[in-house]
């Protein structure tokens, strides 16, 4: 994968899970903002998602559609991916779409909106700096 690296310690999987999430019938997706230069990945199948066999075919699906997804996803998020029991049955074309359509349209949405605030935090604080001084 080329913008992206794995995570592989338990408390960044902790720190997505306190993140924002989108979701589906077979997929989970936990994002926060990292500040790096680059995304970080982590996929979780647990027991319910089936044996050995299923939740490695889960995982074996939701890497290839990420890394089908990676050129549109935005820069600097940790990413972790939880497998539903569906997953195993869905194809990566079905992933793939929920990746691009969903994940993608969210994470760029919650981007503008952080922006947003930061932006209309600092204008109304010289706005506020202004009246006072006019006062």
């Not at 589906?24 to 027991?47: E, H, Q, S, V």
């Amino acid at each position: 994968m080329l913008f992206t690296d794995t995570i592989k310690e338990n408390k960044l999987f902790s720190l997505c899970y306190k993140g924002k999430y989108v979701s589906c019938r077979f997929l989970t997706c936990y994002y926060r903002r990292n500040r790096l230069p680059y995304n970080r990945m982590g996929i979780t199948a647990g027991k319910k998602v089936g044996g050995a066999v299923e939740r490695n075919r889960a995982k074996r699906i939701i890497r290839a559609a990420y890394r089908l997804c990676e050129k549109d996803m935005p820069i600097g998020y940790d990413m972790v991916f939880v497998a539903r029991s569906d997953t195993p049955m869905k194809k990566t074309c079905d992933v793939e779409w929920f990746m691009k359509k969903r994940v993608v349209t969210e994470i760029n949405n919650f981007a503008m909106l952080r922006e947003k605030e930061n932006g209309k935090s600092g204008s109304e604080s010289k706005n506020a700096v202004k009246a006072k001084k006019k006062v």
